[in-house]
């Protein structure tokens, strides 16, 4: 009996370590399923559900690029910026030989898109391509929708307009294949967007009115709709369609790109008073681009009025507004010239240091093998053979230590050009009455009153511009109809001041700041897909 139960015992064990193991495996599998199922509904939740996997060390191929796939989607979806791409080419290189087409063709759309993030627009293209190539073989319009859209979109960005319209018109019918009326509206907006580039105003009028029909995104559809037909010199129609997107905005919003937009369709129609109206409304915003295009319509709606000395002001004026928005345009273009400069001196230098390493393997490989010639020679030989290669040595460091200098002149003027950029940051920082008042709030939490101005909203806006890439520009173009106090509410989240500090900023409770970043959220920006303020401010 004693014998039966030694015997038994390890077996049963080992039985019981297998079946841990199947079921470990098998709820991994569970967990990952249900990521890939959340991921374009609820995308934050898919993310949480990978990132609590733990350990994926132990995994089966196939389950670890699965794994590295939906990682990928999830981070790219979250807004997460990958620092490189070797998560999902670990996924491309299983799937390229695994036979499944799917999972390939998404493999290929994310691999593109981490690379346009980290700026390899060729990556980009040539990973977007062989997605599409890849998943004209399945039928999965939702997969072949989205594919087609971010080409269309890199394109369009590019310039080469006619192959833009080629892809987002794809895009556009699987998309209707698929039953998705928010992609079909997205691209016919955006095949609007182009036709208007192109001055095909006509055919430009009937993808918006299409895209209308839909009922998707209405007042950013109506506002476009409005635009196109006041190019079209058809003003009545323009009027009534401005009216529209006025119809879908709260009472309470300042939209000053629809008080713009009509108030310069009723100057056109000489309804001056009714245009001034609306034209003193639109500059509520504090931008440059919103003051310039204030100045230049009171500068006609003067002309018209025969006030001729007032017309010449706001015409000075806005020409004044022009200079400063080309000026901050090249500044914002020497920035990027900047850093792409450094990104190509990074290259140079890896290029050199392993140009570098190759000639020293080269130079011992040479002496090592002139050395086994020399032993085989004669003692003679090898004094004059170890002569010759010490002359060689000599001349190959005189060569590295010129090379070595060179790049250390290049590496010190570089690091004084990043300390004049920090100084002029730390400056701009200085001078601004925003961030005086931010930090105060920070360092002493006392309850005086800090308001922000519109000079001090003005001021965050240069700021977050310097800093983050014309983050006000991108803000508007997403959402045209952002009221001045929206737009400063946007600002200070993405400042990362909380809702104490907000309160105090906006002289206003800690309550009526919760409800009002909720509202914007959800009313104005539509962020639908995002948890928090916070979280779609930070995806822009």
């Not at 100057?267 to 931008?287: F, G, P, Q, T």
């Not at 090249?330 to 190509?344: C, E, G, P, T, V």
Request: hydrophobic share 35%; net charge neutral; proline share 1%.
């Amino acid at each position: 009996m004693k014998i039966s139960i030694l015997v038994l015992l390890p077996l049963f064990l080992i039985l019981s370590q297998a079946c841990n193991r199947y079921s470990h495996e098998e709820k991994i599998d569970i967990r990952l399923a249900e990521a890939d199922s959340l991921m374009m509904s609820e995308s934050e939740k898919s993310l949480e559900i990978l990132e609590s996997v733990g350990n994926v060390s132990n995994l089966g191929e196939k389950e670890k690029a699965y794994y590295a796939l939906l990682l990928s989607q999830a981070h790219y979806r979250n807004f997460i910026d990958a620092t490189d791409d070797s998560l999902i080419m670990a996924a491309v290189k299983y799937y390229e030989t695994a036979g499944d087409k799917r999972n390939l063709a998404r493999a290929y759309l994310y691999a593109g898109c981490v690379n346009g993030v980290l700026g390899n627009e060729e990556k980009d293209l040539y990973f977007t391509q062989k997605a599409a190539e890849t998943a004209e073989a399945t039928d999965d319009y939702g997969l072949l929708t989205h594919i087609y859209y971010h080409w269309g979109r890199i394109l369009c960005d590019k310039k080469p307009y006619g192959m833009a319209i080629k892809y987002f018109e794809k895009s556009k019918n699987y998309a209707e294949a698929a039953g998705d009326k928010r992609y079909v509206a997205n691209n016919f907006y955006e095949l609007a967007r182009i036709c208007t580039y192109q001055n095909d105003l006509h055919k430009a009028k009937e993808m918006i009115d299409s895209a209308i029909l839909l009922k998707v995104r209405l007042p950013i559809m109506y506002i476009m709709q409005s635009m196109i037909l006041q190019r079209l010199n058809e003003h009545e129609q323009a009027l009534n369609s401005i009216g529209k997107a006025q119809e879908y905005v709260p009472d309470i919003v300042d939209t000053t790109v629809i008080y713009s937009c009509k108030g310069d369709i009723l100057l056109h129609l000489n309804r001056l008073d009714s245009a001034e109206y609306y034209i003193r409304r639109s500059v509520e915003s504090s931008s440059l681009y919103s003051r310039a295009d204030y100045e230049n319509l009171m500068s006609r709606l003067e002309e018209k009025r025969g006030n001729y000395r007032l017309s010449l002001l706001h015409c000075r004026n806005y020409a004044g507004l022009l200079d400063s928005i080309k000026t901050m345009e090249d500044s914002n273009q020497i920035a990027k010239l900047q850093r792409q400069y450094d990104y190509a001196q990074i290259q140079r230098h890896s290029d050199r240091l392993e140009i570098e390493s190759q000639r020293k393997t080269i130079i011992i490989l040479t002496m090592a093998f002139v050395f086994a010639c020399c032993v085989a020679a004669a003692t003679a030989y090898i004094l004059r053979k170890d002569k010759r290669t010490a002359r060689r040595m000599i001349a190959k460091e005189q060569l590295l230590a010129q090379a070595n200098a060179e790049i250390s002149g290049k590496t010190a003027k570089l690091i004084e050009e990043r300390e004049r950029k920090s100084r002029l940051e730390n400056r701009l920082l200085q001078m601004s009455g925003a961030m005086r008042k931010i930090n105060a709030i920070k360092n002493s939490g006392d309850r005086n009153s800090y308001k922000l101005s519109e000079d001090d909203i003005y001021d965050l806006a240069l700021i977050i511009n310097h800093d983050d890439d014309n983050f006000v520009e991108r803000l508007r173009e997403l959402h045209p109809g952002l009221s001045n106090k929206e737009l400063g509410l946007c600002l200070l989240v993405k400042l990362g001041i909380g809702n104490k500090e907000l309160s105090l900023l906006l002289d206003t409770t800690e309550s009526a700041v919760r409800k009002r970043k909720s509202r914007l959220k959800n009313e104005r920006l539509q962020a639908d897909g995002f948890e928090t303020l916070e979280d779609y401010i930070e995806s822009i």
